[in-house]
């Protein structure tokens, strides 16, 4: 089977190189052309990348390949390597390299779909979630913060941002936010509105836990002054060693419409970025705020889940 290879040199570690992954793809039957997310031709490659696309990432290399395959009906499969690997481990992705490998074969499709936000700045799309407040900042912090480390955290990666995040939830003032979901009005003050597409958001936590990633629909999570606590007793717990899902309100809506400015949007796990056309140049976009429509888009990529390696003969 002719496949293409999207490989993160940046994430994992020797276990995780290109080479190594070559050598399984190649002892399972595939026959894998190599693209690096380093390289610019990678979108391009993508137009005929064979009869599958095989991820080797975390976050942002998995959303850049579903936003490049969604709606032309070659599948992904996926090898989580990064740190956080929401979208991995909401999708049920989970194992060892080789057995995800040997299971590909036997495994069910299942459709993630895409979201796309809309606003006068521009349009991004999303695959995991789109908010302002608490995780917006957390994401514009996290650079310096966490994975340079200049706030002085200690632990893990993910437990430095979880510290990161105590820090925001404690410090974080609830802001007046107009927000209306499909008709209903729900202007309030907020210390975050997060739209959701899969369960995890930020360092793995289940604002959504119920959210189905193949649907149409979108979880929608407010937390208020009131709620505060709720969310940060969570985060305590998780330092801790465990916890369950924070017990937050969770709306389900077709369309989400918020009043933000571009500074307090987060989309997936980076600022508002909007991309621009070829050639053409947009004026930076002031502060004041706007008018913001979430929706999830017409259209999907199929993504290889689950299948149990082939047993070995004899056994």
């Known amino acids: ?126 695959v995991e979630s789109v908010g302002v407040g608490v995780f917006t900042e957390l994401v514009t912090r996290g650079d310096a913060e966490v994975d340079d480390n200049t706030g002085g955290l200690t632990g893990h990666e ?61 979880d929608v999570v407010t937390v208020t002054e009131r709620e505060r606590e709720v969310l940060a007793e969570y985060v305590r717990a998780r330092l801790s060693g465990g916890a369950a899902p924070p017990a937050l309100t969770v709306r389900q809506a077709v369309r989400v419409t918020m009043q933000a400015s571009p500074n307090e949007l987060h989309v997936d796990d980076t600022p508002w970025s909007p991309e621009q056309p070829a050639g053409k140049t947009t004026p930076r976009p002031s502060l004041d705020e706007g008018k913001v429509k979430v929706a999830m888009e017409d259209t999907s990529v199929e993504v290889l889940i689950g299948g149990a390696p082939e047993p070995e003969r004899g056994a």
């Open 1 to 126: 089977m002719r496949v293409t290879l999207v490989h993160n040199p940046a994430a994992g570690d020797e276990r995780h190189s290109a080479k190594r992954i070559l050598k399984e793809l190649a002892e399972a039957g595939y026959d894998a052309t190599l693209e690096s997310t380093k390289k610019k031709g990678v979108q391009k490659a993508l137009e005929d990348p064979g009869e599958l696309v095989i991820v080797a990432g975390g976050d942002g290399s998995i959303k850049r390949v579903a936003l490049a395959l969604a709606g032309t009906g070659i599948p992904m499969a996926i090898l989580p390597i990064g740190t956080a690997n929401n979208i991995a481990k909401s999708l049920g992705v989970l194992g060892s390299m080789r057995d995800l490998i040997a299971g590909w074969r036997r495994a069910e499709r299942r459709r993630l779909t895409v979201g796309s936000v809309v606003s006068r700045w521009g349009t991004m799309r999303f």
């Open 158 to 218: 993910i437990d430095r941002a979880l510290l990161l995040l105590q820090r925001v939830v404690a410090e974080r003032k609830p802001r007046l936010r107009g927000l209306t979901l499909d008709d209903t009005d729900l202007t309030d003050e907020y210390l975050l509105v997060e739209v959701m597409n899969i369960p995890l958001v930020g360092p793995n936590v289940p604002l959504a836990p119920g959210a189905d990633y193949g649907d149409d629909r979108l």
